[in-house]
């Protein structure tokens, strides 16, 4: 790397580009590409995953719509009087028909339940022959004995709440006749005493459910299993009633018979090609799975990953023909500005390009000439500054005299006062003097709210002595906020406003209400009066922000709007967070508040 350091130092700034940008750019655009692809490749995935699992729930909570209505339907029978009546009082053709016809309606408008087999059973030994009813009347089963010699009386015997969900299979000749797949629910029926006194098995056609279930399914494979593996329901028919490990649907290598259904499902979620989701109906217990093949979903991110190839290629020979061009426009305008540069540096201000053109090089070389005649400028201006500066310390120093003669004078008249016994005037002189030197704060310009409603105080005692039969207020602090840090002079205005126009520009006693308090994150000052009332256009005029109302008010000559102008100027200067409103309405009054958002300290550091 060495021997190649003074070889590219020496390079032409043309070459320099060519030999820096060209692989970065091809580096970075083949870097964005495959990442792109990376990323869309897992976004579709991802979203076809997503998509998926949103079928395999709906596919279950469909499920559960059907099996919950199978479950509701035998707690109706549970209620139906005719029903009970043929149960407990036993079977006869008059009471049957009565049943039938309560029962009938409602196989046939139903959307889920194709067939009813009910076993009346007074004792173990004892049952009346089943009644069978299906959506197209009345038929046929084998009787309770015969039932009982089936491997579901066994399960339903065993099964919690002596109820099941299963599938009776043409060759259990349970319906004589009825070749179909039923996926059945199987329950103890019990009398009005809760005794036993029957059985249940309303039955569902599985391949009407199935294409119920799965109308919508296009490119996907799905299917409806239980915990044993068997099929119940499938976009292909022909599968119901195999075991999961007999689908020929993306056969598993080295699958095995003897694999339990849960192996097989796990085994099918591992493979790469596949995308594999399934839902767990809470009803029945049975798995809604959803299957589709990855390569077909992904086929169109192959177009993106050749884009990506000739986007590349183009962008290289692209880059080698812009460099080129660039190197030979930045090169002469940058040559001048450097040679213009090293004169300056050694103090010729006088130092001028000349940069035709307006685009970005003859803007910089416009700049360049207005940076150079400014920089003199600066120059003097600095030495006037300097000298302002010093001409302010001075007025400063004098400003701070005057207040120590003020005070010395009003200290005076309070004495004078108080030896001539005229103890009204000397607490009038007092309080003038604390709100002078509560107003000038020592030249600070932040003072604690108890400090602020100190002065206001004092204004107020001093224009109660105007007003003493007309003013009348009320000052609310919470303890808590006495050391809160504040600009000065934010209440007294809105008070002098509220004095202004509640008690010298209205007849009739004035109330202010002045309030400092916590509200919900926020401290809130406020200031009510029981006035006039401001019209709502001028309300509106005061309330909306930015320099142009400020102006606005200046120009109009409003005392009031200036006021309410350099308080929210001033409140937007110090605070991030910080709300001044005004609510007022014509004869009633005039509220004005001002929120600081708790935990801003303002700009007083």
């Known amino acids: 790397m060495s021997k190649f350091a003074p070889f590219f130092r020496n390079m032409p700034l043309q070459r320099k580009l060519l030999a820096l940008v060209v692989p970065l750019l091809i580096v970075t655009v083949g870097i964005t590409g495959l990442y792109s692809y990376s990323i869309a490749s897992r976004e579709v995935v991802d979203k076809i995953r997503q998509a998926q699992l949103n079928m395999a729930v709906k596919t279950k909570d469909q499920l559960d719509h059907f099996a919950q209505n199978s479950v509701s339907f035998t707690n109706y029978l549970f209620l139906n009087a005719s029903v009970q009546e043929m149960v407990l009082n036993g079977d006869s053709p008059y009471r049957r028909d009565l049943v039938f016809k309560s029962l009938l309606p409602l196989m046939v408008t139903g959307e889920t339940i194709q067939s009813l087999i009910l076993y009346a059973v007074k004792n173990e030994s004892s049952a009346s022959n089943p009644f069978v009813i299906t959506q197209t009347g009345i038929a046929s089963a084998i009787s309770y004995d015969r039932f009982k010699e089936t491997p579901y009386y066994e399960r339903v015997r065993s099964s919690p709440g002596n109820q099941l969900w299963d599938m009776l299979r043409p060759e259990d000749n349970v319906l004589p006749g009825d070749y179909h797949h039923k996926l059945v629910f199987i329950k103890q029926y019990k009398n009005y005493r809760y005794q036993p006194s029957g059985l249940l098995v309303v039955g569902m056609d599985a391949d009407k459910l199935s294409r119920n279930l799965f109308h919508e399914a296009k490119d996907a494979t799905q299917f409806i299993m239980n915990d044993e593996g068997t099929v119940l329901a499938a976009t292909n028919v022909a599968w119901i009633g195999l075991s999961v490990n007999e689908l020929p649907i993306y056969p598993l290598e080295g699958a095995t018979e003897s694999a339990t259904p849960a192996e097989t499902l796990d085994k099918l979620k591992q493979r790469e090609d596949l995308i594999v989701s399934d839902a767990v109906s809470t009803i029945t217990g049975w798995h809604s799975v959803v299957i589709q093949d990855r390569s077909k979903l992904v086929a169109e991110l192959k177009n993106i990953g050749s884009a990506t190839i000739s986007i590349t290629i183009a ?245 009031s709007g200036m006021a309410i102008a350099n308080i929210r100027e001033r409140l937007a200067l110090f605070y991030k967070e910080a709300v001044f409103e005004i609510e007022s309405r014509e004869g009633i009054g005039t509220r004005i508040q001002v929120r600081i958002k708790e935990g801003d300290s303002g700009h007083d550091a």
Not at 354 to 383: Q, T
Not at 478 to 500: D, T, W
Not at 549 to 558: E, T, V
């Open 315 to 559: 962008v290289c020979f692209i880059a080698i023909f812009l460099s080129w061009i660039i190197a030979n426009i930045i090169t002469n305008p940058m040559k001048k500005l450097m040679h213009s540069m090293k004169a300056l540096q050694i103090g010729d201000f006088s130092q001028r390009v000349d940069i035709e053109g307006n685009d970005e090089f003859g803007r910089l070389g416009y700049l360049y000439n207005s940076m150079v005649g400014r920089i003199k400028a600066l120059i003097d201006d600095v030495y006037a500054s300097s000298l302002k500066q010093r001409e302010a310390e001075l007025k400063a120093l004098q400003s701070q005299i005057n207040p120590h003669f003020l005070y010395n004078t009003l200290n005076m008249i309070n004495w004078s006062a108080l030896q001539k016994g005229d103890k009204e005037i000397s607490e009038m002189v007092v309080s003038l003097s604390q709100v002078f030197r509560l107003s000038l704060n020592s030249g600070n310009e932040f003072v604690e709210l108890e400090q602020e409603v100190e002065l206001v105080r004092h204004y107020l005692f001093l224009q109660k002595k105007r007003y003493p039969a007309r003013l009348y207020f009320e000052i609310e602090m919470e303890p808590s906020l006495k050391h809160f840090r504040m600009p000065k002079l934010l209440l007294q205005p809105l008070v002098e406003n509220a004095i202004i126009y509640s008690i010298e520009q209205a007849e009739g006693t004035g109330n202010i209400f002045i309030r400092a308090s916590r509200e919900e994150g926020w401290i809130v000052l406020e200031v009510t009066d029981n006035g006039p009332g401001m019209p709502n256009e001028l309300v509106q005029r005061l309330n909306a922000s930015g320099a142009p109302l400020s102006a606005k008010l200046q120009s109009d000559g409003s005392k």
